[in-house]
């Protein structure tokens, strides 16, 4: 598996293309073919140096002067304490046993490139640098890195880290390598990378790695003058375009997978996006530019944009990355979060937008400048984990007054193959994480994120348009209790760190997980089987307008400890005190404070949003403050001690429940007026079942009826066959649609009943069977497990 933390915070050099200030004329024009003279080899190698630089950087403005001049000041850091020995080039980065510090080494060598060829560092063409650069170059290769060397370790270094910070620094020192030090450093990337490695769309020559190990060949075969090694790496993406239905990939609908079993649209994606970009640049208007990658760029919106909000990409296609908050780098520390990974993300579309279509290019610049405009969180032009080539990008595209931001996009989106949905609304937008026997509860390895254990438990994060953005970036993960992450039902069974196993290994034996989407509301369920537990319930969550209306029941439970199930639990940052109002009344500020309140009722949390909780029983509320350091969820995070204050509501479900159950439902961004306004109005929220074989609610002025069949029976008007997620949405043009899924993947028939009059059937999906109308409308549907868990629409016309 991979490691070496500099490529999953996004490469901060190696994702490092370059806006080219040609004008676009599709995706195969200009290129380097048209850029230099008869040497095909030298114009290619021009362009990558382009696409690694970032083009003409205005070195004499901020925020680049200051990064200029850091970025000297670190290559001179590095220049100085170079000692080379046996088995290292610097102290503490000894690689005779661990080639990530061969890799960290040759990244070193990559930065202090980059500021001898750059100019506004200070050492600009410095011979002190050049000779440090050429003795520390030669010296690991000829310590470890070079054809003949038996590989240890991890792999990642080997095949992906270490050459391709090798090729970068064959293309920035080109004018100082002689031709046999070329040969040598390009006889060991042979070595390490034969043409074998991208043999089989099989292992670790899958997605984002894919894109990776073609880069290498591609860049061994321009330093090299090879022009079949390009050849083989425009050939060898040729996998990466296709739709996958298992295991690492793209798929259909938008979803994004490694490790065969994690959503992982922000960081691997994102690696994936950002190489396919350099790529696509570096080979265009030659004989290898890329052809046949429309699903790439047609995931750019598909995949990578609803998961997108004010600058961050959100943390429930992350993976284990969300460990990697204050990190030491360099002897530095850098903060990681999910607006530091989103800037990658924007960066990358930045980039592939280079080679896009005229039309898509225009809106994806458009996107990424409302993105940039409206982090106030962490703006990204002061983003130190971003390259220098990234920053010059998004400042680019933020200056460039022909360009209109764009709002945020509104809609929901159900991502089946991975388990994971975004509801986007005009001032919120809400993300939920599931897990099934397709995916995985959380992913831990390389020691990060030994704690996530529940993350994929009915995890519900969400975010206001103009607050709450730092909800999770602000050392949330390494303070928040992991036993109670919002919206998830847990046993309080104590686990061990990294329980389940590495890369994905824990996984329910649990198939219905999914749901039903019109594309504006939804209606999502999971049956949850806790991790390394007897925990079993059903939950429901039903995406509506202006809330989320959640749903439990049949919670089960035999480990002989507490089961709760978590409302919401809200950072309030190192000396919050937002008031929590309970039934009318204030509660107490200071944290060690608690209480347990009546159900029905309802709460608001100022500064966030409301909570209205129905039904019988009880819920708590805590005020407490946290302590916890990065370093106790990565071995490679800061210890500093940091504390944060939490605001937090649950059901106790108690001890081993039986067939305990839930209802509330959740307003972001509601004032507490309109949450007490809406908890005086109960029937606005029909619910219309809540029990082990169906959970639904009702919504009339939405025209909304939504109903989780978790096996055959009937739910207000709505009767199924057999288990199944139906979506039924009234029009005011007389019109009514019905979406119909099976997320268990395993229906080869359905009998759907909705009692209402119906007049007629305007359009039916090819599954769709048989359709009678009249006093109410009778659906029979053939093989939906082939629909690989994606909702049937039919239309109709209302009697």
């Known amino acids: 598996m991979t490691g070496v933390g500099g490529r999953r915070a996004f490469l901060t050099a190696a994702g490092g293309g370059a806006f080219l200030r040609g004008v676009p004329g599709g995706r195969n024009a200009g290129g380097a073919a048209t850029r230099a003279g008869a040497d095909i080899h030298e114009a290619i190698r021009a362009v990558w140096r382009g696409l690694f630089l970032g083009g003409e950087i205005p070195a004499s403005k901020e925020p680049f002067r200051s990064r200029l001049a850091d970025l000297g000041a670190l290559a001179g850091v590095f220049r100085t304490t170079m000692a080379p020995v046996d088995g290292s080039l610097w102290p503490g980065l000894g690689f005779a046993t661990d080639p990530e510090k061969m890799t960290q080494s040759f990244y070193r060598l990559r930065t202090m490139a980059e500021a001898y060829v750059r100019p506004g560092t200070g050492v600009t063409g410095d011979r002190g640098l050049r000779a440090a650069l050429l003795a520390g170059l030669d010296h690991l290769h000829g310590q470890v890195y070079h054809a003949g060397q038996v590989r240890y370790g991890n792999w990642y270094c080997w095949q992906i880290g270490a050459p391709q910070a090798v090729l970068d620094l064959c293309v920035l020192l080109h004018e100082e390598l002689s031709a046999d030090r070329v040969a040598g450093l390009c006889a060991a990337v042979d070595h390490f990378v034969p043409d074998s490695a991208v043999g089989s769309y099989t292992g670790t020559s899958t997605g984002a790695n894919r894109v990776d190990l073609c880069r290498v060949l591609a860049l061994r075969g321009v330093v090299g003058g090879d022009s079949a090694k390009i050849a083989l790496a425009r050939e060898a993406l040729t996998p990466v375009f296709g739709y996958v239905t298992t295991g690492d990939g793209l798929y259909r609908d938008g979803s994004f997978v490694q490790h065969t079993w994690v959503p992982y649209t922000g960081t691997y994606g994102a690696v994936l996006l950002g190489g396919l970009g350099l790529l696509t640049g570096l080979l265009k208007g030659t004989p290898w530019?890329?052809?046949?990658?429309?699903?790439?760029?047609?995931?750019?919106?598909?995949?990578?944009?609803?998961?997108?909000?004010?600058?961050?990409?959100?943390?429930?296609?992350?993976?284990?990355?969300?460990?990697?908050?204050?990190?030491?780098?360099?002897?530095?520390?850098?903060?990681?979060?999910?607006?530091?990974?989103g800037h990658a993300v924007l960066a990358a579309v930045l980039l592939l937008a280079e080679s896009a279509s005229r039309a898509e290019r225009s809106r994806w610049r458009g996107l990424v400048k409302g993105w940039t405009a409206r982090d106030r969180c962490r703006v990204?032009?002061?983003?130190?984990?971003?390259?220098?080539?990234?920053?010059?990008?998004?400042a680019e595209v933020g200056a460039d007054a022909s360009v209109a931001a764009l709002p945020e996009p509104v809609g929901h989106r159900l991502f089946a193959s991975m388990d994971r949905v975004t509801h986007r609304r005009?001032?919120?937008?809400?993300?939920?994480?599931?897990?099934?026997?397709?995916?995985?509860?959380?992913?831990?390895?390389?020691?990060?994120?030994?704690?996530?254990?529940?993350?994929?438990?009915?995890?519900?994060?969400w975010w206001g348009s103009t607050y709450g953005n730092d909800q999770y970036s602000d050392a949330f993960w390494p303070t928040v209790n992991p036993y109670r992450l919002p919206g998830t039902t847990v046993s309080r069974k104590v686990l061990v760190d990294g329980a389940g196993g590495d890369w994905g290994a824990s996984r329910p034996d649990a198939v219905w997980v999914g749901g039903t989407t019109d594309g504006e509301f939804a209606s999502v369920g999971q049956h949850l089987r806790g991790p390394g537990s007897t925990l079993s319930a059903r939950k429901s969550w039903f995406f509506l307008a202006d809330s989320v209306v959640c749903l439990g029941a049949g919670?089960?439970?035999?480990?002989?400890?507490?089961?709760?199930?978590?409302?919401?639990?809200?950072?309030?940052?190192?000396?919050?005190?937002?008031?929590?109002?309970?039934?009318?009344?204030?509660?107490?500020?200071?944290?060690?404070?608690?209480?347990?309140f009546s159900a029905p009722g309802w709460a608001h949390l100022e500064g966030f949003?409301?909570?209205?909780?129905?039904?019988?029983?009880?819920?708590?509320?805590?005020?407490?403050?946290?302590?916890?350091?990065?370093?106790?969820?990565?071995?490679?995070?800061?210890?500093?001690?940091?504390?944060?204050?939490?605001?937090?509501?649950?059901?106790?479900?108690?001890?081993?429940p039986d067939d305990a159950g839930y209802v509330y439902r959740m307003l972001p961004g509601a004032t507490a007026g309109q949450t007490a306004a809406r908890a005086a109005a109960?029937?606005?929220?029909?619910?219309?079942?809540?029990?082990?074989?169906?959970?639904?609610?009702?919504?009339?002025?939405?025209?909304?009826?939504?109903?989780?069949?978790?096996?055959?029976?009937?739910?207000?008007?709505?009767?199924?066959?057999?288990?199944?997620?139906?979506?039924?949405?009234?029009?005011?043009?007389?019109?009514?649609?019905?979406?119909?899924?099976?997320p268990a993947r395993a229906l080869t028939g359905l009998a759907l009943v909705w009692n209402r009059p119906v007049a007629s059937v305007l359009s039916r999906p090819p599954s769709l069977v048989s359709a009678l109308t009249g006093s109410r409308l009778r659906l029979g549907f053939a093989d939906l497990a082939a629909a690989a868990g994606t909702g049937q629409e039919v239309v109709v016309r209302l009697g």
């Open 426 to 461: 005009p001032g919120w937008a809400a993300s939920l994480s599931m897990c099934s026997r397709r995916i995985a509860h959380y992913e831990t390895g390389n020691g990060e994120n030994p704690r996530g254990w529940h993350t994929g438990s009915g995890m519900l994060s």
């Open 609 to 656: 949003g409301g909570y209205v909780v129905s039904g019988a029983g009880s819920f708590r509320a805590l005020r407490e403050a946290r302590t916890g350091r990065w370093s106790d969820i990565n071995r490679d995070g800061s210890s500093l001690a940091l504390t944060r204050r939490y605001v937090t509501l649950w059901y106790d479900h108690g001890t081993d």
């Open 380 to 394: 990204p032009l002061a983003d130190t984990t971003l390259d220098l080539a990234s920053l010059a990008r998004l």
């Open 555 to 596: 919670i089960r439970c035999g480990d002989g400890t507490a089961v709760e199930s978590v409302i919401d639990n809200r950072n309030l940052g190192a000396d919050g005190a937002h008031a929590l109002t309970v039934d009318g009344t204030v509660q107490p500020t200071g944290p060690g404070w608690s209480a347990v």
């Open 682 to 742: 109960p029937d606005e929220v029909s619910v219309i079942a809540n029990t082990g074989t169906a959970q639904g609610v009702a919504v009339d002025s939405l025209g909304f009826t939504g109903v989780n069949f978790w096996r055959a029976g009937a739910a207000g008007p709505l009767e199924a066959s057999a288990p199944c997620s139906v979506t039924v949405r009234e029009r005011a043009d007389g019109t009514a649609t019905v979406h119909v899924a099976d």
């Open 289 to 341: 530019h890329v052809t046949g990658g429309q699903s790439a760029f047609d995931a750019v919106e598909d995949a990578w944009a609803p998961f997108l909000f004010n600058g961050l990409v959100m943390d429930g296609v992350s993976g284990r990355a969300v460990s990697r908050g204050l990190m030491t780098s360099d002897d530095r520390q850098v903060q990681h979060d999910d607006h530091t990974r």
